[in-house]
């Protein structure tokens, strides 16, 4: 076998010296040298930005990807240097069921069409969040591992250093201290009460000795103090540098928040556009549902509170037919043709901003005030609005009806 039995041999004295050394600074049987007051600041606020920086990096993952296995599974795929596979989104999954659910009851059932739609809603939220977890990942995500596993490796592998630095320092420091009292103590005090010359001469001999020990110990301490300073000071740069991290932490954290608001707004504009569509459409959906199967506890609550609104006298009800204009009843309930009653019109705060589909709708602004009042043979999900001159249907899911 080829080693250096030397080198094994210092290595070892070496471990062994600072080992005794640390353990006699825990018993408080041993002086160690203190960093300065800046020194130490700065220590903390690095520990400070580890250990936080391992929880917010542990808590965003767990906000975009709340499923354990999927994480343990990425965490592999990471380690072992390979792509992680792509993963169908909980909103994409839902969007499949709803999709093939709808083949199943018929795409032109009413139920069917619905489910069609919220389903594409759901793929595009999937879709949407998606780029929202790459984003995230990309640009927060990643600047904080690198700096776990690398900035903070650096650091943590130069403090060791110093460490043992500091731990050959007082060590030499010590031996140093015992040397001179050693010198003192036999310079002090020779054997002149001997008669044999030699023993004066072992004794002189001794004090040399000694002081050749002495010698050798400042010889060790200077070049001990020169490798702890010129430590200290290349872990003083790289502490001094978590300031810059702090920096980009910073510039990463804004892109984290702008992804996330570009997110959620996202999807609200395709909940928003979905409620309008469902909104446009539930009139023919509920007409074609009271005619299959007109059971009382069907109604809805829009309906009920649209029945306590006054109607003008009865005009005659057509019914709806599902894909089929129904030119009689537009024309009947045309409501530019028909004047709202003499009493009993009720104020209503809209909701939503709605755009109007056609003519015969009225378009709303959010946090305004219409006048609201029902027609007989209407859909009970609309009602008419006024708003000054302008007039039209309006749903009664974007109201907020008042007393």
């Known amino acids: 076998m080829d080693f250096n039995v030397k080198k094994l041999a210092s290595d ?3 471990f062994f010296s600072r080992a005794m050394q640390f353990t006699e600074e825990k018993l408080g049987q041993a002086e160690k040298t203190e960093l300065d007051a800046h020194f130490e600041s700065l220590l903390a606020r690095a520990d400070c930005t580890k250990n936080w920086t391992e929880k917010i990096l542990r808590q965003t993952e767990v906000l975009l990807q709340p499923n354990p296995s999927a994480r343990v599974e990425e965490f592999l795929y990471e380690k072992l240097d390979r792509k ?124 040399a000795l000694w002081s050749d020990e002495v010698e050798k110990a400042e010889h060790e301490l200077r070049l001990t103090q020169t490798e702890f300073d010129r430590q200290a000071e290349v872990t003083r740069l790289l502490l001094e540098g978590i300031s810059s991290t702090h920096v980009n932490h910073l510039r990463c954290l804004h892109e984290f928040v702008e992804s996330q608001t570009n997110y959620y707004a996202q999807c609200y504009q395709y909940m928003l556009d979905l409620q309008k569509q469902l909104g446009r459409f539930s009139g023919t959906f509920i007409g074609n549902a009271e005619s299959t199967s007109p059971t009382p506890a069907a109604t809805s609550p829009p309906a ?17 037919i599902v894909g089929v204009p129904n030119t009689v009843a537009e024309s009947v309930l045309n409501p530019n043709e028909v004047k709202p009653p003499a009493s009993g019109t009720r104020k209503a705060r809209v909701l939503y901003d709605y755009e109007a589909a056609d003519s015969t709708e009225l378009a709303l602004l959010a946090d305004e005030m219409i006048t609201v009042y029902s027609l007989p043979g209407m859909d009970p999900d609309w009602l008419i609005g006024e708003r000054g001159n302008q007039k039209g249907k309006v749903p009664v899911t974007y109201l907020e009806l008042l007393s």
């Open 304 to 320: 009920v509170a649209a029945a306590t609104l006054p109607a003008v006298p009865t005009i005659p009800v057509v019914p709806t």
């Open 84 to 207: 992680v596979p792509s993963r169908v989104t909980n909103g994409e999954l839902l969007a499949q069921y709803m999709t093939e659910a709808a083949n199943d009851f018929g795409p032109g059932t009413p139920y069917g069409k619905t489910l069609i739609k919220v389903g594409e809603t759901q793929r595009r939220l999937g879709a949407a969040e998606r780029d929202f977890i790459h984003s995230a990942s990309l640009n927060f995500l990643t600047p904080l591992r690198n700096f776990l596993e690398g900035d903070w490796r650096t650091i943590s592998k130069e403090r060791r250093i110093l460490q043992n630095r500091r731990l050959d320092l007082d060590a030499c420091k010590a031996r140093l201290k015992k040397a001179k009292a050693a010198e003192a103590k036999a310079a002090a005090v020779p054997d002149f009460q001997e008669t044999r010359p030699r023993n004066y001469v072992l004794s002189a001999s001794a004090s």
């Open 12 to 14: 070892a004295g070496v």
